[in-house]
């Protein structure tokens, strides 16, 4: 049985993002408009990889499984039907914020975005402990691999920056060497060091030097 897990990394980082929205919704002076500013940059980044992250299952992940297991993929497409459909809408209340909302309607959006984080939580850890499993059951290390090389090739710089900087943090330190080993040695220094630099803007002092002595030897 395979041993990659083709979910564990971005889904660490949508953890991630997804807990710091929330976080920060929960906070926000809505009257502040550098704060709500903020909070719709944070937004715009997690619906970016939230939109992204379910086109790469849809477009890759499961249509290798469904190309070897027919009708594998089934549940976790329709999950990804009526989830999109929430965050289609959240997205754009969240774009429509002015801050002159009331404490009821803003309480209220709060409800519905954490609504939808539990809902995606339990989606994301079905596909973990289901999903996963049929992935490590019907292919071979080599061939996951190979999957996630494809997805990889197709991610634009920005992007990629994007996921790094909310997968690496999420991370234990051993598991983003290899990761970004594999970065170091396949980019231009200039983005390399762009994208350590996002990073290091989200760890703990401690862990990021860590990180960088450990990539250095």
């Known amino acids: ?21 929330s976080f920060r919704l929960g906070y926000t002076d809505f009257n502040n408009p550098s704060a709500l500013q903020s909070l719709k940059d944070l937004g715009k ?28 993929s089934a549940h976790d497409r329709d999950d990804h039907e009526k989830l999109d459909a929430v965050q289609e ?13 009331s404490a009821d309607e803003i309480h209220a959006f709060y409800l519905k975005f954490a609504l939808f984080q539990s809902e995606y939580l339990e989606h994301i850890n079905e596909e973990e402990t289901v999903t996963e499993v049929l992935l490590q059951k019907h292919f071979t290390d ?11 090739k197709k991610l634009e710089p920005d992007m990629l920056t994007l996921w790094l900087k909310y997968i690496i ?30 990073i290091k803007g ?16």
């Open 1 to 21: 049985m395979a041993t990659i897990r083709s979910f564990a990394a971005p889904h660490k980082g949508l953890r991630n993002i997804i807990s710091k929205f």
């Open 45 to 72: 980044e997690m619906f970016t990889l939230l939109n992204d992250h379910v086109h790469t299952e849809n477009d890759h992940t499961l249509r290798h499984l469904e190309e070897r297991v027919p009708g594998a």
């Open 89 to 101: 809408d959240l997205q754009m209340q969240l774009q429509g914020l002015t801050g002159e909302e």
């Open 142 to 152: 080599e061939e996951l691999i190979q999957h996630r090389m494809g997805i990889m």
């Open 169 to 198: 943090p999420a991370q234990r330190v051993d598991e983003s060497i290899g990761m970004l080993g594999g970065l170091k040695a396949n980019t231009p220094e200039p983005f390399f060091e762009q994208v350590m630099s996002t």
């Open 202 to 217: 989200e760890m703990e002092e401690e862990r990021y030097q860590e990180l960088e002595r450990k990539l250095l030897f």
